[in-house]
């Protein structure tokens, strides 16, 4: 996804962005996540003058997860707000300005991917959950609480170590 200083600068009004990244490579590692669709770009950069450029839009994309408490698959669309702004330098050093506003770019031309990429990795669901109320997995039966697992067992679901099974009765 290249982006061209002097393109946006010489463009009659806003310049859009629209394509899709294939992102499934960024959480090979998360054995919770099973799918990603492709990352949907609908960005617009506009010229600010003297070498700047504002890049807004939204990006898009599809996660199949597993539920981090009861492992039941789940389904979530992710909606992400992108706002960067970018300068163009002509040091070979990259700098910041002053407040942070802007990121330093040299060339006329750069790679604006990896700056998608890097706000869908900040926005994958650490632990998802498939609702707020998921109690999880009962401990003894391994069956979903949420859909009405009993985990006792005669009522006592208490252990107790056999050492000191003598002093259970003690209060008594």
């Not at 946006?8 to 962005?17: E, R």
């Not at 070498?51 to 909606?79: A, I, N, Q, Y």
């Not at 991917?113 to 999880?136: N, T």
């Amino acid at each position: 996804m290249q982006l061209f200083f002097r393109k946006v600068a010489t463009s009659d009004g806003p310049f859009p962005i629209r394509e899709s990244l294939n992102v499934s490579e960024l959480v090979d590692d998360r054995a919770d996540v099973t799918a990603v669709s492709p990352l949907e770009t609908d960005l617009v950069a506009v010229s600010l003058g003297q070498g700047l450029m504002s890049v807004e839009g939204t990006l898009t994309v599809g996660l199949d997860m597993l539920c981090s408490r009861c492992l039941s698959p789940m389904h979530e669309d992710l909606k992400i707000e992108f706002r960067e702004r970018f300068k163009q330098t002509s040091s070979s050093v990259e700098e910041e300005d002053e407040e942070g506003d802007f990121i330093a770019v040299t060339e006329d031309s750069f790679d604006i991917a990896p700056y998608c990429e890097e706000l869908f990795v900040l926005h994958v669901p650490f632990a998802p959950l498939c609702s707020e109320d998921c109690q999880g997995i009962a401990p003894k039966t391994g069956q979903n609480w949420s859909i009405g697992s009993d985990d006792s067992n005669d009522g006592d679901t208490e252990k107790i170590d056999p050492r000191l099974a003598g002093l259970k009765d003690f209060f008594k």
